[in-house]
T-cell receptor, first 117, second 116 residues
Framework: ETGVTQTPRHLVMGMTNKKSLKCEQH?????MYWYKQSAKKPLELMFV???????ENNSVPSRFSPECPNSSHLFLHLHTLQPEDSALYLC????????????????FGQGTRLTVV | KNQVEQSPQSLIILEGKNCTLQ??????????LRWYKQDTGRGPVSLTI?????NTKSNGRYTATLDADTKQSSLHITASQLSDSASYIC???????????????FGKGTHLIIQP
């Protein structure tokens, strides 16, 4: 248990469905992230939220829509996905000092295994 | 462009044997390097963190080394157990990135299988 909880653990959705992934962190961190992990590829950073403000969007298609209502919760809203979007979606949190000094490590949730059919 | 290369891509060894995983990086300026263990279908969990001044660090049966001059790191697993079967991911942090997870470069990982 890393203190970062993701739900659901598994999700199968059709290309016309709308679903949401949820992430909650109990570590008091100020930054939260969404990563995509596809088979045999490195983790890809999708979105960064720092103090609830989105600070980075790595050219992610608009069919992925993040929401961060507070510093403990992060959502990823999904709509009209494609089969190639099937992957493990990981949420992470960290305490970002923003000082340029070595930061604390990122703690990852267990991920949501998404299958788009 | 910052890159992290890991080898081998996959490895199968018998229970009780030792193994060494490699990580080469081009991230600059370098801040720190972490090894994560990721069990199938789960999120990565940190094993160890290496800073510029550290050459060797142990965590139980796991020993990580860092050569900042050659930009290489290794993870040595001693007396492997079935529970060591997992992907091992090398992650390098860039200095002045604020330390957040957006300043990280991930390797593709080494998939390790321990056979009884």
């Amino acid at each position: 248990e890393t203190g970062v909880t993701q739900t659901p653990r598994h999700l199968v959705m059709g290309m016309t469905n709308k679903k949401s992934l949820k992430c909650e962190q109990h570590l008091g961190h100020n930054a939260m992230y969404w990563y995509k992990q596809s088979a045999k590829k490195p983790l890809e950073l999708m979105f960064v939220y720092n103090f609830k403000e989105q600070t980075e969007n790595n050219s992610v298609p608009s069919r992925f829509s993040p929401e961060c209502p507070n510093s403990s919760h992060l959502f990823l809203h999904l709509h009209t996905l494609q089969p190639e979007d099937s992957a493990l979606y990981l949420c992470a949190s960290s305490q970002d000092p923003g000082t340029g000094l070595m930061g604390t490590e990122a703690f990852f949730g267990q991920g949501t295994r998404l299958t788009v059919v | 462009k910052n890159q992290v290369e890991q080898s081998p891509q996959s490895l199968i060894i018998l229970e009780g044997k030792n193994c060494t995983l490699q990580c080469n990086y081009t991230v600059s300026p370098f801040s720190n390097l972490r090894w994560y263990k990721q069990d199938t279908g789960r999120g990565p969990v940190s094993l160890t963190i290496m800073t510029f001044s550290e050459n060797t660090k142990s965590n139980g049966r796991y020993t990580a080394t860092l050569d900042a001059d050659t930009k290489q790191s290794s993870l040595h697993i001693t007396a492997s157990q079935l529970s060591d079967s997992a992907s091992y991911i090398c992650v390098v942090s860039e200095e002045n990135s604020g330390g957040g997870a957006d300043g990280l470069t991930f390797g593709k990982g080494t998939h390790l299988i321990i056979q009884p």
